[in-house]
C-alpha cells in the first residue's frame, strides 16, 4: 500500500468530519462506519491506523480544541488595567459563549456513562486549569480586593467543581426546569464564599447556553 504522503491532513479530516457527526448524531449514537461514509475516498483503515478507537477520536478533538482554549485563557488571564473578578466573569463567559469547548460539550458522551471523559476532566481541572488560570485570577482579586477571599487556592478549586460538576448539564443530570434555579443558588454560593461572579449577563448567558445544550443533546439522541 502506498504511504500516505500527507497524514496531518488525513487525521484533520478524520477529526473534523468525526466532530460533524458527533454533533449530528450525539457519540454514543455515532459509530465508525457512520464516520467512514462521510470521508470520501478514505477508508476505514485509514481511521484505525491513527485511531484505536471512537474514544481515542474524541479525545484527539479535545486535546486539539484545549490547545485554542489553552491560549484564549492566557490572553485573558494576562490582561493589563483589569481586576482578578472582571478576568474570572471573562473566562465564565468565554467558556459558555466563544469557546470551542461549547461543542464539545453538545457532542460528548455522558461523562456519568463515560469513566474516561470524566476522570480526564477532573484531570485536567486540577493539574492544569485550576493552577494555571483560575486560581491566578483568583489571587489576583484578592490582592485587589475585589475577591473577598483569604482561601484563593480552595477558592478555585471549589469554583471548578462546583461550575463543572454540579451547575451544567455535562455530569450532573439535568432538565430544563432546573437550570435557573440552580444558576441563582450557585450565584448565593459563590456570593457567599466572597466572590460576586454572576453578572445579569453572564446567568442569561448561563441559561441560553445550558438550554441550548441540553435540546441539541436531545435532538442527536432522538429518532433517526
Request: charged share 25%; aromatic share 8%; hydrophobic share 35%.
Amino acid at each position: 500500500m502506498a504511504r500516505n504522503k500527507y497524514p496531518q491532513e488525513t487525521v484533520e479530516k478524520i477529526l473534523s468530519v468525526s466532530m460533524q457527526r458527533f454533533l449530528e448524531k450525539g457519540y454514543e449514537r455515532t459509530t465508525i462506519q457512520d464516520i467512514t461514509d462521510h470521508l470520501g475516498s478514505l477508508t476505514k483503515g485509514a481511521i484505525y491506523h491513527h485511531f484505536k478507537n471512537k474514544e481515542a477520536i474524541f479525545y484527539a478533538i479535545a486535546e486539539r480544541e484545549g490547545r485554542q482554549v489553552e491560549r484564549d485563557m492566557q490572553a485573558i488571564r494576562d490582561q493589563p488595567g483589569k481586576t482578578g473578578l472582571e478576568k474570572l466573569r471573562e473566562m465564565f463567559l468565554y467558556s459558555v459563549s466563544g469557546s470551542p469547548q461549547y461543542d464539545l460539550n453538545v457532542a460528548a458522551p455522558n461523562m456519568l456513562d463515560s469513566p474516561w471523559l470524566l476522570a480526564e476532566s477532573i484531570r485536567s481541572h486540577f493539574t492544569d486549569v485550576i493552577p494555571n488560570y483560575i486560581y491566578p485570577v483568583t489571587l489576583e482579586g484578592m490582592r485587589d480586593g475585589s475577591i473577598r477571599t483569604e482561601h484563593p487556592k480552595e477558592l478555585a478549586e471549589v469554583a471548578m467543581v462546583l461550575s463543572n460538576m454540579w451547575l451544567g448539564p455535562m455530569v450532573h443530570p439535568t432538565t430544563e426546569e432546573e437550570i435557573v434555579p440552580r444558576i441563582r443558588y450557585c450565584d448565593h454560593i459563590f456570593r457567599a464564599l466572597g466572590v460576586d461572579l454572576f453578572t445579569p449577563e453572564l446567568e442569561a448567558m448561563l441559561e441560553r447556553s445550558f438550554l441550548e445544550i441540553l435540546r441539541r443533546r436531545d435532538s442527536a439522541s432522538g429518532p433517526q
